[in-house]
């Protein structure tokens, strides 16, 4: 497709539980985010990938969760022995180079822990 | 306080109306200005992208970037209930790659 996929696109998981959330980028493009957006606030940086480097792991909010993009392209995020905190949307974006591109996001998986 | 502030409304306005909206933020380094519609479910959709200082017209949107006072705009002209989204706006450092979003405000056009 031309633009940022994201699967599953909704997920239920129980407290303790680890997902993992996968992203396909726009083909071509170099540099691949992830952000978390709770409800009714903007998204907030997570991480940042160069090709298959992780540049930025800055907003990850705890050592629950890893993220990779082993062949730099497709990335997954995963949180492990999930919290009920962790209940979001995780939205990924892409750009085509590495400064200052414009980002454009996939539709993100709704994570919900019970 | 969050580097970039932004009212969340709602905000409901007729059908043809031109409707303002707009964000502040203190981080002085911020270089990069984006405007993002996101609709219920939706991913953001870029709406418009400025570098420094200035305006910037597509079509019945314009962006407005002052960083004297640390403030920036956009206005939709002629405005449609399809514009009935919430609008994030989303800024960056020279060099940096994160954006920094806003809160978002909810827009309801109304016919």
């Known amino acids: 497709g031309a633009g940022v996929s994201q699967s599953p696109r909704y997920k239920v998981a129980k407290r303790g539980q680890d997902v993992a959330l996968r992203c396909d980028p726009i083909?071509?493009?170099?540099?691949l985010f992830w952000y978390q957006q709770a409800l009714g606030q903007g998204p907030e940086f997570l991480t940042y990938?160069?090709?298959?480097?992780?540049?930025?792991k800055s907003g990850l909010p705890s050592d629950r969760f890893f993220a990779e993009r082993p062949e730099g392209s497709v990335s997954t995020l995963k949180i492990q022995r999930t919290q009920q905190e962790d209940s979001a949307v995780y939205l990924c974006?892409?750009?085509?180079?590495?400064?200052?591109?414009?980002?454009?996001f996939g539709d993100g998986t709704r994570l919900s822990i019970l | 306080q969050k580097e970039v502030e932004q009212d969340p409304g709602p905000l409901s306005v007729p059908e043809g109306a031109i409707v303002s909206l707009n964000c502040t933020y203190s981080n002085s380094a911020f270089q990069y200005f984006m405007w993002y519609r996101q609709y219920s479910r939706k991913g953001p959709e870029l709406l418009m992208y400025t570098y420094s200082s200035g305006n910037k017209e597509d079509g019945r949107f314009t962006a407005q970037v002052d960083k004297s006072s640390k403030y920036i705009s956009l206005f939709i002209r002629d405005s449609q209930p399809s514009d009935s989204a919430t609008y994030l706006c989303a800024m960056s450092e020279q060099g940096a790659q994160k954006l920094v979003f806003g809160q978002g405000t909810r827009l309801t056009i109304n016919p």
């Open positions: 990938f160069q090709n298959e480097a992780q540049l930025d």
């Open positions: 974006a892409s750009s085509p180079g590495t400064a200052n591109q414009p980002q454009h």
């Open positions: 083909s071509g493009h170099v540099s």
